[in-house]
């Protein structure tokens, strides 16, 4: 493929090729700087590539060229390059691409890159700009991608064991659906990630414009600065991990039909900050913003620096993106006990809300599933989809560790009776590895979960 939008390559087996699986994108980067992007919007997904670059070089299973933003690389199931290239083969230019959830394995001693981008060239021919996250890969092979300006995320090397690769079910699950006929299995679209997070702000009118009323998803309610608060005034969402930004809206209420000066900034840590898009230099009516490529934070913030006396006050503030799967998707679990095999602990971190985990029939309280992330990783939340078979309430609690041996709690429910949901983690986030929930107390229903998401990064 060229220079081509919203073109969807999907679920292709490509094999026994004298060059790259796919390639996408041209130009090298040179093209983009004379004017606006080309190509992009682009989704390659679900497709089986191996036994390539059997006769030329300088490829890769998934090769990219030139500035491609919005384009996602997701799901595809790569193995067997026969010359010492990237699998994942980010050259000349290419730019605010994402690359999440895919499998790469190494099938003979040839190929160690599974993730490679050219920034070796200056200037346009530098790629830029791109995010690796949520990926599998053999262990053993290496990757440059954090380079330049480019992002490696949480990526899970997979070890090699009695001649086989112990691949976890989120990579046997890419696997076992990439190719011709499989189903797919990462959403692409976008979704508003700062809906329902926690949002902040310099001040408020009152209680009924309070800064979540920016995030709630009705365009009817609005967050207010106190009355008469002079200007700047600002809004702050946390989306609780950090996600790939692709584009921010902002509804504001205008008191006297004026535009607003303003500036959105972007930060993955809350304390040092990147500029999203400038707008103080003359007034504008807020709107939808969208920035020359991918950005990667966790926290999103709206500063009016001058609001012609009208005040901040926003609708609606939403933030883009696309959500990463959780860390715990996958990755080894285990439990107190299980019902039978159909129930085992793997159930609850496979993807799937229509499998589950289940405990022993008859067994007692309390009942625990613990799952090691492979690292340790900077958790935010833990959302629990649990199985209630009387449909009552339960009481337990989530700890974490980093070491499987000393535990410090995430969050305690074993006084009151609650329904599992997500939890927020203490402080913002924590550090673990390992992430345990027991429940002492289900009224004889019994420990049960559908799944059981730690996000983070």
Known sequence: MGYTQATDIAHNTLHDLPYTGIS??????YVDTLGSTVAKNNIVRGNKIHDFIKALDDGGGIYTLGNQPGTKVVDNYIYGDKKPYGNLYRDNGSGFILDTNNVVSKQ????????????????????????SQGNYYSAGMTNNGASGQNTVGSNTSVALSGGAYQWPVGAQNVISQSGVGGANITAVGEVPISQGKVATASSIYSAPYDASKAVDGDPTTRWAQLGGAPDPSWLRVDLGANHAITRINTSAYLLSGLGMKYTIDYSVDGTTWSSYVDKTSEANVPGEEVKAGLVIARYVRLNFTDTQFQGGSIFQ????????????????ATASSIYSEPYDASKAVDGDTTTRWAQLGGAPDPSWLKVDLGADHTVTSVSTLAYLLSGHAVRYKIQYSTDNTTWNTFVDKTTVDSIPGTDAAPGGSVTARYVRITFTTTYAQGGSIYQFDVAGY
């Open 24 to 29: 996408l994108g041209w130009g090298w980067g």
């Open 108 to 131: 003979d001693t040839t190929m160690n890159t599974w993730y490679f981008t050219n920034v070796g060239s200056g200037g346009y021919w530098n790629a830029h700009d791109n995010v």
């Open 317 to 332: 503030f939403d933030v883009y993106g696309t959500v990463p799967p959780p860390l715990s998707q996958g990755k080894p």
